[in-house]
């Protein structure tokens, strides 16, 4: 994965909560407190103007299946994303930027691959 | 109208039976008298011809994928949209009003147009976008714009285009060329009230768009929008922004499907459901 564009989305996603979303209200996630979540994907919905991604997480409270939502198919696109990139069953780690009630879910700022590709 | 008065006044002549007619010239001339006559009118429509095609030669061709402006040596990728519009608008009493009602609405929920899969609407169409590419398409007398994003189209009607009282009410209204030397200028009315954009506004609105085409210090092709909006019910004063593009050399748009997850999720609600009914028996 190319540094360039990881960089941008970072700074893409930063300015998210100055900006406001382009299709979503900020409101609802913190993105000052990023958080990795690992486990494996259950559902993966890539469209517009969100994607959607069911994953089996397994932490303290016990293993589940949670939903989070991402950026739009066109913008993961151009940040390398591809149709054969994620598939159901694939081990991966996700950081988000939590839900302000604390609930399960988020928003995803970065999807990292087993074999370590990043988008 | 001009033009028009002109053709129907040709067109009478040149269907003329008398002698003031053309039919009733070419019968009173010699067979090679009618051979120069018909050279003549051909060498004329050849001309009118040529000069039409040279006259759209020379404007400049704004045809291309283009996306948000970048200062050379800034990361590509997917973009963010410029803060062209003022970030405190001079809103009117009434526009504020209808603003905050609104925002008590949506803000609790976290709802947007785009969310719901609505386009931006201008301004903000032209203005943001969300930051993705737009497509421009151009004709002589018609550009096709289309903003990536939930697949807006704009159609820009250069010397024609519906008579005002045609014009249907919409978020994207309907815009206007025309050409001032190297610049198109655009004009848009018939747009519908929209309080669910940064760039709110009343149906009264107008807006002027005028675009040229130049290059930055590094010599990369740059698209140029000066708008302004008139509107005095929602604006104390006409406001203004401007907003730039960078062409994208062999881009292209990707496409956006936004209302097809909505339909999916459907479907599965009807399978379960049938699903369930079926158990039942």
């Known amino acids: ?119 | 109208m001009e033009e028009r008065r002109t053709a129907s006044l040709v067109s009478a002549w040149v269907a003329g039976e008398g002698k003031d007619g053309l039919l009733g010239l070419t019968r009173r001339l010699t067979p090679p008298g009618r051979a120069l006559l018909a050279a003549a009118l051909v060498a004329i429509a050849l001309a009118t011809a040529a000069a039409a095609k040279a006259a759209d030669a020379a404007k400049p061709d704004f045809s291309g994928i283009w996306t948000v402006y970048r200062p050379p040596g800034a990361a590509a990728g997917p973009g963010r949209a410029e803060t062209a519009f003022p970030r405190d608008p001079p809103f009117t009493a009434q526009a504020k009003a209808k603003i905050a009602e609104y925002r008590s609405l949506v803000e609790p929920l976290g709802l947007t147009p785009g969310g719901a899969c609505v386009g931006y609407g201008m301004p903000s169409a032209m203005l943001s976008s969300g930051g993705y590419p737009m497509e421009w398409i151009q004709r002589p007398e018609q550009v096709t714009v289309i903003y990536e994003a939930h697949s807006e189209i704009r159609r820009i009607y250069i010397g024609g285009g519906p008579s005002e009282r045609d014009v249907i009410p919409s978020r994207d209204g309907t815009s206007y060329g025309r050409w001032e030397g190297n610049t198109l200028v655009v004009e848009t009315i018939g747009l519908k009230e929209a309080v669910d954009q940064s760039s709110a506004h009343s149906d009264q609105a107008k807006i002027v768009e005028r675009y040229t085409m130049g290059k930055d210090d590094a010599g990369r092709k740059v698209l140029t929008a000066e708008m302004t909006m008139t509107d005095p019910a929602f604006y104390t004063k006409p406001v203004t922004a401007t907003k730039r593009w960078l062409a994208v050399e062999n881009g292209r748009l990707l496409p956006y499907d936004c209302t097809e997850p909505a339909w999916e999720d459907q479907l599965d609600k009807l399978r379960e459901e049938k699903a369930a009914k079926a158990r039942e028996q």
């Open chain 1, 1 to 119: 994965m190319n540094g360039t564009w990881i960089a941008t989305i970072a700074a893409l996603v930063l300015l998210l909560p100055l900006q406001g979303f382009a299709h979503h209200s900020a409101a609802q996630f913190n993105f000052t407190t990023p958080k990795p979540i690992s486990g494996t994907v259950k559902e993966v919905r890539m469209a517009n103007p969100h994607m959607r991604l069911v994953l089996t997480v397994t932490d303290e409270k016990g293993t589940r299946d949670i939903e989070y939502e991402g950026h739009s198919l066109n913008n993961l696109y151009r940040a390398g994303w591809r149709p054969d990139s994620v598939k159901v069953g694939d081990k991966i780690t996700i950081t988000i930027a939590p839900r302000k009630d604390g609930a399960d879910g988020g928003y995803v700022t970065k999807v990292k691959m087993a074999d370590g590709q990043e988008f």
